[in-house]
């Protein structure tokens, strides 16, 4: 157990619907990132949030966004939902921000859009 | 070009053997690299990381790292069935700490 949670486990949309996602971290760890697992690949990185502020960005289009709160729970939301965002969504928590810095991810939400 | 690249496998190796899996990375500047196993329908687990060329052992697990060649390894010695599972290479790159990029995985099949 990473002490990592997400919830829900499992969701269904469909195409043009708005979904959030949510992530608690462990206690203590400021920093919260975002990946997208599509089915046979490897995790894609979405964003980053430290402190409650963006703290950078991977490829993907801005109805893709997040929030950070002071409780260590974190959101992700993904408006106008398309048939490709079907995938694995985990959340992974560090302390900081340091390039060594482990991350440990959570169990993940299983989305699909249909 | 990917910027982490792993062989897909299936890997198909006999318990009690060594797996070997490969990693290659296209950013010269990385500096910490890290191997996750992730069982099918889990999240990864964090196995082991490395920072410094060489070897680090962790039980039964090896990692090794040469940044010149821009690749890095993992050996698991002592092969079980339980190992059976994908094997993700995690890069940190140069300007994005933290931001990991992965490779897409190598599937390892432990016979007994």
């Known amino acids: 157990e990473t002490g990592v949670t997400q919830s829900p486990t499992h969701l269904i949309k469909t195409r043009g619907q708005q979904v959030t996602l949510r992530c608690s971290s462990q206690s203590g760890h400021n920093t919260v990132s975002w990946y997208q697992q599509a089915l046979g690949q490897g995790p894609q990185f979405i964003f980053q949030?430290?402190?409650?502020?963006?703290?950078g960005r991977g490829n993907f289009p801005p109805r893709f966004s997040g929030l950070q709160f002071p409780n260590y729970s974190s959101e992700l939301n993904v408006n106008a939902l398309e048939l490709d965002d079907s995938a694995l969504y985990l959340c992974?928590?560090?302390?900081?921000?340091?390039?060594?810095?482990?991350?440990?991810f959570g169990p993940g939400t299983r989305l699909l859009v249909l | 070009q990917k910027e982490v690249e792993q062989n897909s496998g299936p890997l198909s190796v006999p318990e009690g053997a060594i797996a070997s899996l490969n990693c290659t990375y296209s950013?010269?500047?990385?500096?910490?690299f890290f191997w996750y196993r992730q069982y099918s329908g889990k999240s990864p687990e964090l196995i082991m990381f490395?920072?410094?060329?060489g070897d680090k052992e962790d039980g039964r697990f090896t990692a090794q790292l040469n940044k010149a060649s821009q690749y890095v390894s993992l050996l698991i010695r002592d092969s079980q069935p339980s190992d059976s599972a994908t094997y993700l290479c995690?890069?940190?790159?140069?300007?994005?700490?933290?931001?990991?990029?992965f490779g897409a995985g190598t599937q390892v099949v432990v016979t007994p």
């Open positions: 950013d010269r500047g990385s500096q910490s």
């Open positions: 490395i920072y410094s060329n």
């Open positions: 949030y430290y402190r409650e502020e963006e703290n």
């Open positions: 995690a890069v940190s790159p140069t300007d994005s700490w933290g931001k990991l990029q």
């Open positions: 992974a928590s560090s302390l900081g921000l340091q390039s060594d810095e482990t991350q440990y």
